[in-house]
């Protein structure tokens, strides 16, 4: 209990302690006034005779001729004469003024308590109240810090587990471009090799550097993204143009396998988008694509709209999907177990920023797995009022 409390107590029991001693205060001069009108027609009479003084005292104190108390038959008796008298006279509706008065003031002490008494009660119901609501409003706080710190520790132990799984990861992406390099250099410089053994040493070093800088560049972009230091700028833009550039942007590795690229035509839409990085989605899927098709095969681009998005699908004759890998090969550097696609160059990177950039822009990406030939990538970007 505060100390205000402890002030409101104390002042409410001296309240109390005062309207004790003014209820016994009026009780006591309640009786003092009765005494007095007693004595007062007491003595009235018996000046007026007193020759019969004796027999007046003892009726006035409730005694008989012989000196007894009255019964009860006496008194109820006795009692109803004087009611009969004062009415004969003209008495019966006075009341003692003094009796009155102290009746009254007992009274309005009585109700002045009680008014307290219930004051002081709505008064602390209402405290008690507010304290209950503050302490729940407190405890709710309370539980929602705990619930944000648990969010909080179990992301902090999740990015912690996937930063180590990133750092585990460009290891293991780094290792193989930076060992083919360095055993080149090694076999170079230790062995006596003819002219063309050096060019094809020199080509295949060369290949394994632009190799590494494909999935720096792959990694640094990643990187990027999921620390928000790139921002996406969407700005009304032409569909049709982004998909154009997409497809330019993979020509040159279709026409050295022969691999057609051919686009529906569809009526140009303007989306809100950020053209580059949607670009960059696109020319992901349509790389992959190509990667994974064999030879003098066709990949096919088809638009449609839907209510409120625009539904882009690649479609392609390739190595296929297996139906149970159809979620996992947006995951990160996943590549799977295929050795066909371990055999390809990769670093499983590409359809991952496709995921990212479709996502942050309120589409979606998917895969319609056909193995053992074929995969259908759809791809929903939301129309939006420009």
């Known amino acids: ?162 930063t180590k799984a990133l750092i585990t990861d460009i290891s293991h992406q780094l290792k193989t471009p930076i060992a083919s390099l360095k055993m080149g250099y090694e076999i170079a410089q230790t062995t006596a090799l003819t002219e063309a053994e050096k060019q094809g040493f020199e080509q295949k070093g060369y290949e394994e550097m632009q190799r590494l800088e494909r999935l720096l560049e792959s990694l640094l972009n990643l990187s990027k993204l999921e620390a928000k230091l790139i921002q996406l700028q969407p700005a009304p833009c032409s569909l049709k143009e982004i998909l154009t550039q997409a497809v330019n942007s993979v020509y040159m590795k279709a026409f050295d396998k022969n691999i057609d690229i051919s686009m529906e035509k569809f009526p140009d839409t303007t989306l809100v988008l950020d053209a580059k990085w949607t670009q960059e989605a696109f020319a992901n899927l349509l790389d992959n694509a190509v990667k994974y098709s064999p030879e003098h095969t066709e990949i096919q681009m088809r638009v449609s709209t839907l209510t409120s998005y625009m539904l882009i699908e690649v479609v392609d004759q390739g190595i296929g999907i297996r139906p149970e890998e159809a979620n996992s090969v947006f995951k990160r550097f996943y590549r799977g177990n295929d050795q066909l696609v371990n055999g390809q160059e990769g670093s499983g990177v590409g359809l991952y920023l496709t995921r990212k950039i479709v996502e942050e822009q309120g589409g979606t990406v998917s895969v319609k797995a056909g193995y053992p030939t074929g995969s259908i990538f759809r791809v929903t970007l939301p129309l939006r009022n420009i």
């Not at 009726?59 to 004469?81: H, I, N, P, V």
């Not at 009680?114 to 706080?141: C, D, N, P, W, Y």
């Not at 309370?142 to 992301?155: A, H, I, P, S, Y």
Request: hydrophobic letters at 35%; aromatic letters at 10%; zero cysteines.
């Open 1 to 162: 209990m505060d100390r205000r409390k402890y002030q409101r107590v104390a002042l409410f029991a001296g309240l109390l302690f005062l309207l004790a001693a003014a209820e016994g205060l009026l009780a006591y001069r309640l009786v003092q006034a009765e005494k007095n009108q007693q004595q007062i027609m007491l003595g009235n009479q018996v000046t007026a005779n007193p020759e019969l003084e004796s027999e007046l005292v003892k009726s006035f104190y409730g005694k008989d001729e012989a000196g007894e108390d009255l019964t009860a038959e006496q008194r109820e008796t006795y009692g109803q004469k004087g009611a009969e008298l004062a009415g004969k006279y003209g008495y019966a509706s006075e009341k003692y003024s003094s009796a009155k008065e102290y009746l009254y003031g007992m009274g309005a002490v009585l109700l002045l308590g009680m008014a307290g008494f219930a004051g002081f009660f709505i008064t602390e119901r209402r405290q008690l109240s507010k304290v209950q609501m503050e302490t729940q409003r407190q405890r709710q706080q309370q539980d929602e810090l705990e619930v944000r710190f648990e969010k909080v520790t179990k992301k902090l132990a999740r990015e912690e587990q996937e």
